[in-house]
């Protein structure tokens, strides 16, 4: 009896746990479906939001320009400057600070000041009030709207990389763990900067006029026209903590191979902290409607 007993709730114990189990793994895997099931829907309304982004920014050919052109020749404008510094006693190469420089003029004007521009004028056309009516939520429509500029801003860092590999003989990236992350951080930080400057931007003619302070800020202080290791060591510590400094410093590291684990970690956090700052200060100052 004892043992049939035993056996037997033996047997309800185990049932139980199995059932349990079942249902534990029925639940994260109905979870799982509904988590794919909101996903699709969101990446829809993305595409079709950054499909129509897409169109509106190709019919305004001087961003087009602006995004395409101003950060493949810019850097060229600083080369005389350049030839003047010491740059082999730092490490550097007029190649590397040359392509440095186009990729973080590509995330201020292909990125930056063209989307501080169409944040603007989608809101003063009420595009962005109407969208706000239908399925996208918020973030979706911040997104969508930046979609095509990112996508800009990432392809010609690709390009400006491979094209200075061979043009300027910079050879391949001696930290090449370090390229993505930077490249990603100047695109989002960029972005979402953007979005903030666009809060405060009051019709689309002064866009590029509120978006000049942090061109000039960051072409200066954060290593895109001059490299910050020939700065003082008190400005240079300054300018490091710069919205596009942590990006900078980054894609440089990547190439030359001299940043240190703390020094990318350090730099990774200060362009995150900018990310979570300027989302929020979008999320509580944002306008959706024009500026009366």
């Not at 061109?215 to 003082?232: A, Q």
Request: charged content about 15%; overall charge positive; proline content about 5%.
């Amino acid at each position: 009896m004892n043992g049939t007993g035993t056996e037997t709730g033996g047997g309800r114990v185990h049932g139980v746990r199995t059932a349990a189990a079942g249902g534990l793994e029925g639940g994260a895997g109905a979870a799982d479906r509904r988590a794919l099931a909101a996903f699709k829907p969101s990446a829809r309304r993305l595409r079709a939001l950054g499909r129509a982004e897409l169109t509106l920014l190709g019919r305004n050919r001087g961003a087009v320009f602006t995004a395409l052109a101003v950060p493949l020749a810019l850097p060229f404008t600083v080369r005389p400057a350049l030839d003047q510094l010491d740059l082999e006693k730092e490490g550097l190469s007029i190649g590397t600070v040359l392509l440095t420089a186009a990729i973080g003029f590509a995330f201020l004007f292909a990125v930056y000041t063209s989307l501080v521009g169409a944040y603007v004028a989608r809101r003063e056309e009420l595009v962005l009030k109407r969208l706000r009516t239908g399925e996208p939520s918020d973030t979706e429509i911040l997104i969508g709207t930046a979609l095509p500029a990112t996508a800009l801003g990432l392809a010609q860092a690709l390009v400006l990389s491979v094209g200075c590999a061979v043009l300027l003989r910079t050879g391949a990236p001696k930290a090449p763990y370090l390229l993505l992350p930077g490249v990603l951080a100047g695109l989002v930080v960029s972005a979402a900067l953007a979005a903030l400057t666009a809060s405060f931007t009051r019709t689309a003619e002064s866009a590029q006029v509120t978006a000049l302070p942090l061109v000039f800020v960051s072409m200066l202080g954060s290593g895109i026209t001059v490299p910050t290791e020939f700065m003082p060591d008190r400005l240079a510590s300054l300018c490091e903590l710069l919205p596009l400094s942590p990006a900078i410093r980054l894609v440089r590291g990547g190439w030359t191979g001299q940043l240190t684990a703390y020094e990318a970690l350090g730099a990774l956090a200060t362009a995150l902290a900018w990310t979570i700052v300027a989302v929020f200060a979008v999320r509580r100052w944002f306008r959706w409607e024009p500026r009366r």
